[in-house]
C-alpha cells in the first residue's frame, strides 16, 4: 500500500541571485518608459509596492523574502525527510525549454535513470551575472537519480484511466532538466546537505498559447495579453481530475511518494491588467485562503481564463497535487504565502501530510 506526501513551493531564479538583482525587473521596465504615467513614478504606486521599493531599489526587501521563503523550505524539507520517500515526483512548467515547436505535449513525463541540473544556463542565457549565493562556478552541474520504475507506472496507470500522457527518454532540446525541476532540487537542497531521493519530472504547459509565440513569456512579456492563435494550456479541471488518478495509481503501488508542486502563484510579467509590473496579490490571497483550508474544490473549476487573467498560469502546475490530496482527503499541516509587489510574484510554501 503506498503513500503520499504532498509539497507545494516556488521556483523563483531571482532566489539565486544577490539582493540588489533581484529588483532589476522593475528597474529594466521603468528605464524602458513605456509604462502608463501612474506606474512611471514609483511615488504612485500601490503602497505596499512603494514600501518594499523603498530608497533602495528593493535590495532590503529582497534579503527579507528570500529569508521568510528559506525558513518555509526548512518546513518543506524536514517533511520530506521525514517521510523518507522512495521518489518525488515533480510537477512544474516548461517554459520553450523541451517543449517546442516540433512537439507540444499538454503535459510529460520523463523517464531517464538520470538527469543533469545546470542551474545557471539559463540565467545566462537571459542575460543574469554569473554571482549566486552559493558561489558555485556559472557551469555548475548537478546529478539526480530518475525513479524509471515509477514514472512508467505513472504513465500506464494514467493511460489505464482515460489520460493521455505524453512521455519522453530523453531531453529534447536540451541536455539538462527544465528550470522548473532544476530550481526545485536546489530549494529543497538549499542549505547543502545532498539530494538523493530519485526523481520524476512531469512536465506541465502551464503557458499555454503564449509557449511558441512568446517563447514561454521571455521573448517579451507585454504580448502575452492577447490569445493568440496557439492552442491553450490543459484545463485546470482535467489536471485536478488526472491528481486524483495519480492518488490511486500511488495508493496502489508499494512506493512512498512525495507529489511536489512547483511554481509562484501570480507572476507580475504575466499580469496584464497592472500592465506586467506586479502580480496580482489580492487574486493570489484568495487562493491560498482556499488552499490552507484544503478546499480545494473551490480550485476545480477554475476557467482557465479566470486564472490567465491573474497571471496565474502556472498555478496549473499545483493542480495534479490538490487533485491527488483532494482525493485521498489529505490537508496542510503547514501552509505559507511570500507577497511580493515587486520581486515578479508571490511565492508559497505548503506541506500536505498523510492521514494519520
Known amino acids: 500500500m503506498g503513500a503520499v506526501l504532498g509539497l507545494g513551493l516556488s521556483h523563483f531564479g531571482g532566489f539565486f541571485f544577490p539582493d540588489a538583482e533581484m529588483g532589476s525587473r522593475i528597474t529594466d521596465a521603468l528605464r524602458r518608459g513605456k509604462l502608463p504615467p501612474h506606474l512611471n513614478d514609483p511615488k504612485r504606486w500601490p503602497k505596499p509596492m512603494q514600501d518594499e521599493w523603498g530608497d533602495d531599489q528593493g535590495t532590503a526587501f529582497a534579503a527579507r523574502h528570500r529569508a521568510d521563503y528559506f525558513s518555509g523550505l526548512k518546513q518543506a524539507r524536514a517533511a520530506l525527510d521525514a517521510f523518507a520517500p522512495d521518489a518525488v515526483v515533480i510537477f512544474g512548467d516548461d517554459q520553450y525549454e523541451c517543449f517546442r515547436e516540433d512537439l507540444v505535449p499538454a503535459y510529460c513525463v520523463f523517464v531517464m535513470k538520470e538527469f543533469v541540473a545546470k542551474p545557471y544556463a539559463r540565467a545566462r542565457g537571459i542575460g543574469g551575472g554569473s554571482l549566486n549565493i552559493w558561489n558555485d562556478p556559472p557551469d555548475t552541474a548537478f546529478r539526480y537519480r530518475g525513479a524509471e520504475d515509477v514514472a512508467r507506472r505513472l504513465v500506464c496507470g494514467l493511460l489505464g484511466r482515460g489520460f493521455d500522457p505524453a512521455y519522453s527518454y530523453t531531453m529534447p532540446h536540451q541536455d539538462h532538466l527544465g528550470h522548473a525541476f532544476t530550481n526545485t532540487l536546489l530549494y529543497l537542497d538549499h542549505e547543502r546537505r545532498g539530494f538523493d531521493v530519485p526523481v520524476v519530472p512531469f512536465a506541465i504547459n502551464a503557458y499555454g498559447s503564449a509557449l511558441i509565440r512568446e517563447k514561454g513569456g521571455l521573448a517579451g512579456a507585454a504580448a502575452t495579453a492577447a490569445a493568440g492563435d496557439d492552442p491553450p494550456g490543459p484545463s485546470p479541471k482535467r489536471l485536478f481530475d488526472m491528481g486524483t488518478a495519480i492518488a490511486e495509481i500511488v495508493a496502489e503501488s508499494p512506493w512512498r511518494v512525495a507529489l511536489i508542486a512547483s511554481s509562484s502563484f501570480s507572476h507580475g510579467f504575466l499580469t496584464a491588467k497592472h500592465h506586467f509590473l506586479y502580480p496580482d496579490v489580492e487574486t493570489d490571497r484568495v487562493r491560498f485562503t482556499d488552499l490552507k483550508a484544503g478546499n480545494y474544490r473551490a480550485w476545480r473549476d477554475l476557467p482557465l481564463a479566470t486564472l ?49
Do not use: F, R
Request: with cysteine.
Open 308 to 356: 490567465e487573467e491573474s497571471g496565474q498560469h502556472e498555478l496549473l502546475n499545483w493542480y495534479p497535487v490538490i487533485g491527488a490530496m483532494s482525493a485521498l482527503g489529505q490537508v496542510p499541516s503547514y501552509a505559507a504565502l511570500y507577497e511580493s509587489w515587486t520581486m515578479n510574484s508571490d511565492k508559497c510554501v505548503c506541506v500536505i501530510p498523510p492521514k494519520s
